[in-house]
């Protein structure tokens, strides 16, 4: 077994903010551990599905930066006078679930008091040190490519007042527990250099992100971005959660919104949880992209096109 000891520091690669909420730490010229924590609350009633959720959203950061999970830990805020013991079993027999499916361990994990539920991962993966993704890698030509449908922020707040359907809360459960490691393996494949996930600051927040660290100007296709049934609809109807309303005042600074109205802006806003990836591909590779994702049961899409410019994110 290899040990790293003083004479062989390891090497901070990539900082939490180049990472978008992961670091990167390089072992030697072969290795390097990706490290990120995230929890949530509940966003379904129904524990089990919670805990997939939860940790599918925790191990998301992982696949952004196009490593593999090695292992995680249980990271829970729970009410003990409120809730009993066995609900918070369900809750991790949630979490196990996934991490089975992604092919990680759980080491273990830390419970504090809490008067409201919470609960995610610390994940610990592994890269290569030349393939790592990161928020900067986007280059001028590339086309802008989404692995999942936007609308988790308004669906979970329809589901939460009860307007959602059967078939809508299913599909955006259905897209909150798929995993993001086929869409990091297409991205790869593809020559990707520039990954992000689309979690709480929306798709507007992250790849307007995107295109300031990277030094483009990304242009993003309204008509083309796919979202889950209802989500629009609902967005018109003012179901809309008050993170994506924050996201949106937070993003106006960078983002250009052109004609669009203020629903088609929260949609683009809309905070998700476990969303998809967000990667910039050379255009010959982006019909095979989208035909390998399609295949795998994503809903992606060529959203926008970045290029040289003043770096910002335009809605057309």
Known sequence: MRHLNSDHPAELLVGPDGGDD????????????VSTADFITPVVDDARTWGRVAAANSVSDIYAMGARPLFALNLVGWNTDALPTELLGDVLAGGQDIATQAGFVIAGGHTID?????????????????RILTNAGLRAGQDIVLTKPLGVGVLTTAIKAGRATVEQTAAAVASMTRLNDVAARVALAAGATGCTDVTGFGLAGHLGRMAIESGVAVTLDFAAV?????????????????????????ALEFVDVGVHDETDQLLVADAQTSGGLVFGVDPSETASVLAE????????????????????????
Request: net charge negative; hydrophobic share 45%; no cysteine.
């Open 226 to 250: 796919p979202f889950l049934p209802g989500a629009v609809a609902f967005a018109s109807d003012g179901v809309v959660p008050g993170g994506s309303r924050r996201n949106l005042a937070w």
């Open 293 to 316: 994702l399609a295949s795998t049961g994503h809903t992606a899409a060529r959203i926008g096109t970045a290029a040289t410019g003043v770096p910002a994110l335009v809605l057309r």
């Open 22 to 33: 992961a670091a990167v730490w390089k072992l030697d010229d072969e290795r390097a551990l």
């Open 114 to 130: 809490d008067p409201e539920p919470k609960y995610g991962m610390a994940v610990t993966g592994e890269v290569h040190p030349d």
